[in-house]
């Protein structure tokens, strides 16, 4: 028997393509925002496709999961309640419960189709999605920060990128409700994107959070299903610096990627990188 | 909204691909014998690949199922009793069963699962597979015919491509076997792949043929989804002769590709292809 | 060792690609007119590219080359002088000159570097460039054809895809300007493209000529390296019709698919082709 | 004008595959031991490939070469004799030479066209080769290790993935020889692949080094253009402990991703990748 050849290609950029072989797509459908797909890839299990790019598979999901909550969930001493701008899939909200000071966890997603197809097609990352402490909220984010002030203790913002609808969410003008909508010492994460790929939003984004928080951190990480494989989130905080916390503190929680030896290496950039965000 | 770039390629040589966009996986399966899929495709509309294979498009398929069905039936002055040796897309029964004089169509397929998957996914084509005028046997098309003598007027190979079990279609043996099942004015036709890439086998069998066959001829079709596009079909026959045909009795019936103009000039052969025949 | 997988794809249709391997870029350019690339395919030898799409392979550029050359020059009786519109590889020129009543054949091409990369790269194409009979005119075709009156027994308009410049050589006004520059018994060739992908080009030139030649017919072949593997040649006629041509008449020239038995074949069309032109 | 689509493929898994859009090959060899190609790409500029898979580009290759070579360069505290086993390209002399207390550099590498095809058309790679300071030695690594004792301060393994030739790098009596041919307070480092991809090699390679060398550590990068773009370094180490480095004492030099401040950074490794080396 010969299997067939179906591959499915993103276009990392116009001149770059990473495409893996599928066995089939599982789920398909345009929500009211997007393209939506659920393929089985033969080398990441399922993936969750949206608008033609890798938002999330099985194999690599615990590594960009883990990275946008723990740093941040860490940083600050006692995160009762957080925020998740976008992350449908629940992949974050399963890692933020994973905090027992967490009081209450909340999704502000604007697609119910992703968290309706990854309750159905990614349980492993939707999981937490039914947890007493969680709550789905279906609406607009940047509208949904915008109107909430002094709320959170912690707010990510786990976005697709920033072409369409999710370019209101690397603003000037909503890093400032962010900040409006974080309690006198929350802090946020965002991840910006990749430093081989992206320099000009990383760079535009740091100053403009720089100039809004007293303290602004880039760190990295690596995701093998994202363009480059190095991807960058920016830290704004009203108080606590992650470079300044206690590691003998920091309680061992389940995870497969993130740990507390690893927190503050995640911050030594490489120069180039060091370079954009002078 | 961005369409998710998903490709299914069909390796028509090591070197040569044909490449065609999907939307979707409408069915797969790894059946007894063969890998299965029946995919949605963008240019071509519902497709159905073995083995990596393209077989039949809904756009296409009236190509290959009306050459390899009318030029044999309306070259037997009255067939009753046709048997088609693989196809079990059904289309080739369709075909014959559009002419009148034929009382059984028997389609001879080893999988049952390309007979109830193209029922459910592909109806356009098996439409015809529940006429009371056809009669489906699952069982070996070689072992069938070995065991059946004098039976049919007309006996139509609809094989896959010559790797794996379809190997045997293609051999001195079953050619045989095919002129003994046959009645003692009976004609047979076979798929013989591409005049561009297939040169080889389309020699062989051409050869094979006539040395069983008193009238052995080669026709030509155009087949957009098939390597090359260009077809060969191989014709053996007891006693008619296609060249010989009376074209103002061929009746007409209702064809998007054959018709009685056509019928000769299918022979005509460009040279390259006389020379592979010589 | 490992071969490297470089790859050209044709996107033949946005939802289609035709791809095949390469060992390596022989020539590469950016003309005043287009990008050019003389490729090494594993599969077709040697392969001029022009703005993406190919133009001619060593392996099959007989099939087109013969049947735009052989059919009208074997349906006029005395073909002296004969102007190529386009095709500055070389291919139309060299079957022309086959033909030893032809005295004087034209080569109007309006980019220079494709005739000299395909004299430096495709010898066996362009090789007739230096015969005595043949001359090159680097021009505008459509303004040569518009400034020259009853000059020419054949002529043959060996286009590119009707997309940027060639597009004005598929227009009415070019064909009223094609009947002008004939003689007064002349008749012209064209390429037309798929009837596949094509129909609605197909049948307005078919339309236009038809309202201004007393002949005009529509002829096919099998070109594997272009979209579908069916092509189509759209002949206009002042005064002999392709289809009375005298067989026996027509002597034997060296070729490998045009041969006399084939003449009117290649004019006997599928149904759907029919409906094309209806 | 259309750009040609031309693409090369890297296959990095049977199932995943990177694909960049190519403008030319530069230049292509079958070399006595591999397939060589100098790609002229779009997105990373001028690129090489052995045997079907990137070696080094202009775009990335600061990171690879930097980070192969500053960490082992400042945790020995006085390297003057250095050997590179591979890296014909000779990027990894080119950052070695940064280090004015280095004496000799020598280059050993099995396959001289890689070299020659380096200097021609990598020149920013290649341009230390001519160094004074450097030598070129053109033999088999693995004999050169085995006949060399006591001989280098450091060696740095500068392999191509361990398929073929390069196997024996990877094996336990290459690690021997190595400690063997290094000096008595020696210290080496390998490139060691993807910890998402290889995780056995990872495993094995660590363990071995790990059975003969008194400190052994595992470090890692970010290379975009290899498989998940992750990298591992494993250096073995008789003396010198690079988690020991007075960071104080890292002279600066002209680097574009190692830094001081990030040489302790790159050794913290996440939870998965530190299961792997258990």
Aim: aromatic content about 12%; overall charge negative.
């Amino acid at each position: 028997m010969a299997e067939m050849e179906l591959w499915f290609t993103e276009q990392q950029t116009p001149d770059l393509g990473f495409t893996c072989k599928i066995t089939k797509t599982i789920y398909t459908a345009k929500t009211q925002y997007q393209d939506l797909a659920i393929l089985e890839t033969k080398q990441f299990g399922r993936m969750l496709v949206l608008d033609g790019a890798v938002q999330t598979t099985i194999a690599d999901e615990f590594c960009y999961h883990e990275l946008i909550s723990h740093v941040p969930l860490f940083t600050h001493p006692n995160p009762k309640k957080v925020a998740v701008i976008g992350g449908g899939d629940g992949g974050v909200i399963r890692e933020i419960l994973k905090h027992d000071e967490v009081e209450k966890a909340y999704l502000i997603e604007i697609d119910k189709e992703v968290i309706e197809a990854s309750k159905k097609y990614l349980p492993e990352i939707s999981c937490a999605l039914d947890d007493k402490r969680a709550e789905v909220i279906i609406t607009d984010g940047i509208k949904f920060v915008s109107e909430n002030k002094n709320m959170f203790d912690v707010i990510i913002v786990d976005s697709t990128d920033p072409v369409g609808p999710a370019v209101g969410l690397f603003q000037d003008s909503f890093y400032k409700a962010v900040f409006e909508c974080l309690k006198e010492d929350g802090l946020f994460v965002a991840q910006t994107e990749s430093p081989f790929y992206d320099q000009d939003l990383i760079k535009n984004v740091f100053h403009a959070v720089k100039s809004i928080f007293p303290i602004t951190r880039l760190y990295l990480g690596f995701i093998p299903t994202y363009p480059s494989g190095l991807w960058s989130f920016t830290l704004g905080s009203k108080k606590y610096d992650p470079l300044e916390v206690d590691i003998s503190r920091i309680k061992r929680i389940d995870t497969r990627y993130y740990n507390p030896e690893l927190h503050k290496a995640l911050f030594a950039l490489p120069t180039f990188v060091q370079e954009i965000i002078k």
